[in-house]
Structure formats: structure tokens, C-alpha cells
């Protein structure tokens, strides 16, 4: 995996430069801000233990270091193959078309570990490090899906910072004292060798105002109009309690499934749990969740569950569509057995592809990453990994740098965890008749005899709102979903890591 270091600017917690715009909707903050992750008495929570607050920056720095953040190196990207992002595709072979994938990038919410935050609701964790990568995901596969619900399709934070330590290269032999690639220079990012070292807390004020100048673009101004909603989006996935699709919230929602906090949640799981946040708040009107049954999207539960017609006892939907309610719809599927299949390899890559795709919770075994886009045989991908301290969102200014990354990663596919869920968006009755259209085109690419999963006529067995969101959710071994197997062996270690989510017929 490569290993990139952030940008200074983007990890400063309370001290980053602050962006105008609206504040969060939540209140003041409640409860204590411990830093610790020691068990300890319900009786000592009033004050901070400074012990506590040592092995969570401890944990933190190590965790850093564990996953790459500490050390830097560079991610290159071939300048002459198209790079995917969220169904949009780039030529990075001249300046204009890397500026487009950078703010195609750097736009997308980035949602990691955090420390130091309110303790969770029967625990006594005040941080996810270690344990609530697979929530993360989660987070930012929903935030992605509510960035195409609330903002204009073409929508980029203004304010998206350069890319950091980025190389751009042609396929060509590489020097052997050049193995790191050919840089291009013209294109203005950095790529001067540097020390290894810590993220700095604190950017130079000059240097965040020259990378914000480098480049006025026309929609800049349409944009920023967007920017109050942008901000109360982030809100929504603060780390306070009245967050609704925050860590707190969500965490709760995981005890009807037999989690807690510390527990490791699998794609399955969390794809319930996102769905179960939507249906609860008030915040998001006009949008749905749905989970797929047993690697099945069943058009008439969608139906169903989006044409507000039928909720009001008319036999035969609207024809124009107007009474319909957008939808996310969450596919958990899996590869292959213990490693991913190759043959699904083209399959995904078309899925990503689409525009109707808003990511896939995935990653390695019990290493949760969010794939966002691919290039050639490499997936493009947001890491949760870095453990950075709490930002306070009730704060009406509050900084966003810390939610959106500049440093773009990429695994090989061979690398990829076979449990992963899937996830697309459908704002209107015609865009999800062609969203089952194009993905089912999708599916049909793999060699396969059996594709990743299908859309079929009609409603699943024992279909009901209720059901869905809850009856496959009581733990890990839920049968939900299925798959079938392809050619190979299973693992018969007793590690059955990413496994335990899916029945294997």
C-alpha cells in the first residue's frame, strides 16, 4: 500500500483556519471530554485522567505510524490511463484535467478516527482508533450519497486544498535511481524529496493562502453558495451525541444488532445501521435506505418503499414519478471466498465507473477502506486510519480541512477483502429504472457464472420495512446475504475474519 503524508493544513484540529458559513444544528456539546481509553468508574468520569489522555495520543501516534501516515512517500497516477472518481473519468495529461480529478478528490467528505470526543453511551470510549474503521466507511460511503441528494451534481468545495506528494507519470522505464517515477514538473505539485516526519499541527498562514489563491475558477462563486449546506452536512457527522449519523449515534444504533463500542462491525452490518439513522432523523427529507436481501435488489420493495402513491392506498403508482422518495441503495456482497476472485475484478471496475455508484465500503481483512474510484488494476480509495482530535462541530465557524484529504491512495485489486457492500443513488423513479439498466450491464462483464448480485422482479420473501432493517442485523452470522461460491477452497483455519457476515451456499 502506499504510504502518503497529508498536507499540514488538513490536520489541525481547533487551531485550522476556519471557513465562512452555517453552523452545525446540534447545540452545546454535553458530558465530559475524556481522553482516555482505560476502563474506569462511572464515579471518576468528571475530570480528564491524565494517564487516559497519554495512552489515547499514544494510541493515536502509534496508529499513525502503524498505517502510514507518519512516513511519506508518493502515490503516482499514470498520466496517459483514465483515473475513475465517483463515475467520472480523467485524462491526467494535461493541467486542466488534474485540477478537475483533484477537486473531484479533495470534495468528498474524508471521515477518520477520532480522539478525545464525548464518551460513548455505556463505555468508557472517548475515541474509535483501533476498532471503528468499518463505521468510518460507512460514514463516508452515506456522505457521499447525501452530497448528490442536497448539492448540484457538479458541486467542489472551493476551498479544496493542493494535492500532497503526488507523482504523474507516463508508462515508461523507470530510471533505476528514479524508482519513485517520472514527476511533471509544469503541473505545480510538489515533488521534492522530504524527511520523514510527524503531520505538522500548525501550516504557515501564508502557505494556506497561496494554495487557496494558486487557482480562481469561474464556479467558484456558485459554489460557495453551496457552502452553509456543505458545513451542515459535515455537522451531521460530528462526533457529539445529537449527531445523526455521528459515532454515537451510530454505536447505538448497533446494540440491536448485539455490537457495542470496541466491537468490529462488518459491511453488513453497517449498511443496516446506516439505513436504520436515515429512517430515524429529521434532518433528510425526501431519502430512503435500502439493503438488499441475499445479494438481491427485489424492484418492488423499492417500489414500494419509494412511490409515496402506494403509502396513500393508490393500487397503481404515479406515472410521472412525482410522489417519489430518492433512494441509497446498499448492496453487501462478497468476491469470493478467502481472497477476492479475479474474475469480479472487471465487474467492480465498471461499477465504479458508473454515476449512479456513490462507492464501497471495503478494504483488507479487519482493515476497512472506502474505494471511491480506480485506475488500470488499482482502486482509488479514502483511508479512515488516521486518528486526528475531535472537532468540535456545534461551533458555528468550525474548521473543515480535517474533512476532506488531499492525499489520494491506491491498493492493487488482488489486495481487496472479498466482503464489501455496494452502494448507489437513485434521485428519481427514472433514474433508478436506469440504474438498474446500467448496473445490471455491469454485472453482466464478469466471467462468472454467477454475477455479484441481481435485480428481480416482484418483492423478497417476508419483505417488510421493519424486518429488513433489523431481523438480519442480530449478529455477525446473520444469513444475510448469501453468495455463491466461486471455483476454490475455503480457508479452514479457524480465522474466518471478513467471512462471518455471509452464508456460503
Known amino acids: 500500500m502506499n504510504s502518503v503524508s497529508p498536507s499540514a493544513a488538513q490536520y489541525v484540529g481547533g487551531a485550522s483556519p476556519v471557513d465562512p458559513g452555517g453552523g452545525g444544528s446540534f447545540g452545546n456539546q454535553q458530558g465530559p471530554h475524556l481522553g482516555g481509553v482505560r ?79 464525548p464518551q460513548l453511551d455505556g463505555s468508557a470510549w472517548t475515541t474509535d482508533c483501533g476498532w471503528g474503521c468499518m463505521l468510518r466507511s460507512g460514514q463516508m460511503l452515506l456522505a457521499q450519497g447525501l452530497l448528490v441528494h442536497l448539492l448540484p451534481r457538479d458541486w467542489s ?13 507516463a508508462l515508461r522505464p523507470r530510471s ?147 410522489d417519489w422518495t430518492s433512494v441509497i441503495i446498499l448492496v453487501p456482497v462478497r468476491l469470493g471466498g478467502e481472497s477476492l476472485n479475479p474474475s469480479y475484478i472487471q465487474c467492480v471496475k465498471n461499477i465504479l465507473r458508473l454515476k449512479c455508484c456513490i462507492g464501497i465500503i471495503g478494504g483488507k ?30 461551533q458555528g465557524n468550525f474548521p473543515l480541512e480535517s474533512f476532506h484529504c488531499s492525499s489520494p491512495r491506491k491498493m492493487p485489486f488482488s489486495r481487496m477483502d472479498p466482503s464489501c457492500t455496494i452502494g448507489f443513488y437513485a ?4 433514474d433508478f429504472e436506469t440504474l438498474c439498466g446500467d448496473v445490471s450491464e455491469a454485472l453482466s462483464s464478469s466471467k462468472e457464472k454467477y454475477p455479484i448480485f441481481t435485480f428481480v422482479e416482484g418483492q423478497g420473501p417476508d419483505y417488510g420495512l421493519a424486518s429488513q432493517s433489523s431481523s438480519h442485523l ?15 477452497k475455503l480457508n479452514k483455519s479457524n480465522n474466518r475474519g471478513s467471512l462471518d457476515e455471509f452464508v456460503f451456499l
Not at 491524565?50 to 495512552?55: F, G, I, M, P, S
Not at 468545495?157 to 507519470?169: C, G, L, M, T
Not at 485506475?375 to 482530535?389: E, F, G, N, R
Not at 442480530?474 to 476454490?488: C, E, V
Request: proline residues 8%; aromatic residues 10%; hydrophobic residues 35%.
Open 39 to 117: 476502563a474506569m468508574d462511572a464515579n471518576t468520569a468528571g475530570e480528564p485522567d491524565e494517564v487516559d489522555k497519554l495512552k489515547a495520543k499514544l494510541m493515536s501516534a502509534w496508529n499513525n505510524v502503524k498505517y502510514g501516515w507518519s512516513v511519506k512517500s508518493k502515490t503516482t497516477f499514470n498520466k496517459n490511463s483514465p483515473v475513475t472518481v465517483m463515475g467520472h473519468s480523467y485524462v491526467l495529461n494535461c493541467e486542466d484535467e488534474v485540477e478537475r480529478f483533484r477537486l473531484a478528490f479533495v470534495s468528498r467528505l474524508w471521515l477518520t478516527y477520532r480522539r478525545e470526543f
Open 157 to 169: 468545495w472551493p476551498s479544496a486544498q493542493e494535492f500532497a506528494d503526488v507523482d504523474f507519470e
Open 176 to 322: 533505476p535511481s528514479r524508482a519513485g517515477g517520472v514527476p511533471i514538473p509544469s503541473f505545480g505539485y510538489s515533488s521534492s524529496p522530504r524527511t520523514p516526519t510527524m503531520p505538522q499541527k500548525t501550516p504557515m498562514p501564508g502557505d494556506t493562502a497561496l494554495k487557496r489563491g494558486q487557482k480562481t475558477r469561474p464556479e467558484a462563486g456558485r459554489h460557495s453558495q453551496s457552502e452553509p449546506l456543505h458545513r451542515r452536512l459535515v455537522a451531521w457527522f460530528g462526533d457529539v451525541p445529537p449527531a445523526p449519523f455521528g459515532l454515537h449515534q451510530l454505536v447505538e444504533l448497533g446494540r440491536s444488532s448485539g455490537k457495542k463500542a470496541g466491537d468490529w462491525y462488518g459491511p453488513s452490518v453497517v449498511a443496516h445501521i446506516l439505513q436504520k439513522a436515515v429512517a430515524q432523523t429529521s434532518e433528510v427529507q425526501n431519502l430512503v435506505v435500502y439493503v438488499a436481501q441475499d445479494c438481491t435488489v427485489y424492484k418492488g420493495d423499492v417500489v414500494c418503499l419509494c412511490d409515496q402513491s402506494l403509502t396513500r392506498g393508490m393500487s397503481v403508482p404515479e406515472p410521472s414519478g412525482s
Open 365 to 394: 481483512p479487519k482493515h476497512s477502506l472506502f474505494f471511491i474510484g480506480c485506475q488500470d488494476d488499482q482502486l482509488l480509495y479514502l483511508d479512515p486510519h488516521y486518528c486526528q482530535a475531535v472537532v468540535d462541530v456545534t
Open 427 to 430: 434521485r428519481t423513479k427514472k
Open 474 to 488: 442480530h449478529s455477525d452470522t446473520s444469513p444475510s446475504p448469501a453468495h455463491i461460491l466461486p471455483t476454490g
